[in-house]
C-alpha cells in the first residue's frame, strides 16, 4: 500500500522526515525514498530498497548529507519514489500512495494528444508518479491539475508536491486513505499514520477532508481546494493495516480491535456458538487486540500461544514471492508447547485471505498436540481484491480461498449470491464455513459480520470502504 511523511519548518526538518517515514514501514515493502529542498543546496534526493533492510539502516547515512527545511518521505511498495519533475508548472517532487488502474489508457491518452513522453522502468512500465505530474501538467494550476488528475484516475491517489517554498498536500477524492497535519512551534508536517508525528513534538492540527488540498509552509496550513464530506475511507485499515495506535477520522485502531473482539463474542454468546476452550489466543500481531477483546467479554482467559520474532521479518507480506511470504509466516511464529499440548485453542485473526498461512500454523498445532483449533476471523469473508489501494497481492480472485470455494459451488454464477454466503445464518453461508473449516482443519470457524465491522469502527456505514467484503463501491 505505502505511506508517506512531509515537513516544513524554520529549522532544518530532515531527522523528522526521516524518522516520520520509518514510522509508515508497516505500510510498505519494497521501497523508500526521501526529498528534501533547500536554497544552497537545491533538490536532494535518495532512493533505497527496502525488501531486504529495514528503511532507517538505509537512510542513516543520507540523513547525515542532506539539508534543507522543507523534506518529503515515503514507504511504497510499488515504483522508486519520490520523482522530481519539470513541467510548465514548475519544478518539484511528487510522490503518493494508491492505485491507478487505468494508467495504461491515461499514458496512451496523453501520448495520442501531445508530444508527451514518458520514461520508462526496466520493467517498462511507467513510474505512476511521472504519469500523475502529466495529467497535472493538462491543466494551467497545480491545484487544478491534481483536480483533473484525480477525477480522470480510476484508484485512488492522495500525493505530496514539495516545492521550493512548500508541500502541496492533497486528500484522495474519496478519501480512501486518511492525511494528518501536525503542528509545531516552528512549523508543519503531515502524515498518513497519526502517530507518527507526536514523539517529535507535534501535535494533531486536523484531517484533511476527502478531496481537500492543503500549501503548507513553515508558518501557515493554506487550504487550496475545501473538499467535500462525501468519504469511503478502507474499513481494512481499522481491521489490519494500520498501526494500534494510529487514529483515523477520530477512531483509534486499538480500541476498534478490542471492541470487533468484544462484538464477535457477543455474536457467539447470543446464537449458543461460544466454544468451550481453554484459551482465546491471537495470531500475532494485528490479530491479538481482537483476541483480547473477545477474551474479555467471553471470560474465557487470554494465552499467547504463538509469540511473533520481530527483529527481522516483521511482517510475513513483505518478501516479493507468496511462497518466500508463507516462508517467512511460519518462520516467524514460535511456539509456546506447554500453551498448546492438550489444550483446545481458540484464535482470533484479523483476516482470512487464501487460507494458506493458517492452513500451516493449523496443522502445526495439531502436530504439537493441540485437541481443538477454533477460528474466528475479524472481517467478513474477503471476496473481491482490492482496486483502490491494492493491499491484496491476488493475481486471481480464484486465490481467495472464499471466492475458489464459491465458485466451485455456483461458478460464475455464485457471484450473485456473495451476500448470502457471508452471512452466517443462510444456507450458503453455513455452507462456506463448513468447507473452510474442512480445507483448513478447523473444529469451528465465524467471520465477523459487516454490521458488526461497521459497529466497531462507529462510523456511519456510507462512509467506509467495504468492497473487498460486498463488491460495492
Known sequence: MGGFFGAVSHNDCISDVFFGTDYHSHLGTRRGGMTAYSPELGFQRSIHSIENSPFRTKFESDVESMRGNIC????????????????KLGLYAICSVGIIKNSAALCSEILDSCSESFEVMSSGNVNSRALIGALIAQKGSIVEGIRYAQDKIEGSMSLMLLTTDGIIAARDKLGRLPIIIGKRSDGFCLSLESFAFQKLGYETYRELLPGEIVKLTSDSCEVLYGGGNDMRICS?????YGYPNSVYEGVTVET?????????????????NLPDVDYVCGVPDSGIPHAIGYANRSGI?????????????????????????????KMKLIPVHELIEGKKLLFVDDSIV????????????????AKEVHMRSACPPIMFGCKYLNFSRSTSELELIARQIIDEYEGAEGLKYIDEYSDTNTERGKKLRAEICRRLKLTSLEFQSLEGTTKAIGLDGCKLCTYCWNGKE
Open 72 to 87: 518529503i518521505g515515503c514507504i511504497s511498495d510499488s515504483d522508486p519514489q519520490p520523482i522530481l519533475v519539470r513541467s
Open 236 to 240: 481494512f485499515l481499522w481491521t489490519y
Open 256 to 272: 476498534m480491535r478490542t471492541r470487533n473482539g468484544e462484538i464477535m463474542a457477543e455474536h457467539d454468546i447470543e446464537n449458543g
Open 301 to 329: 482467559p487470554f494465552a499467547r500461544p504463538f509469540i511473533k520474532y520481530t527483529p527481522t521479518w516483521p511482517r510475513s507480506f513483505m518478501p516479493t514471492s507468496q511462497s518466500m511470504r508463507n516462508k517467512v509466516a
Open 354 to 369: 487464501r487460507g494458506t498461512q493458517m492452513r500451516e500454523t493449523v496443522e502445526f498445532l495439531y502436530a504439537n498436540g
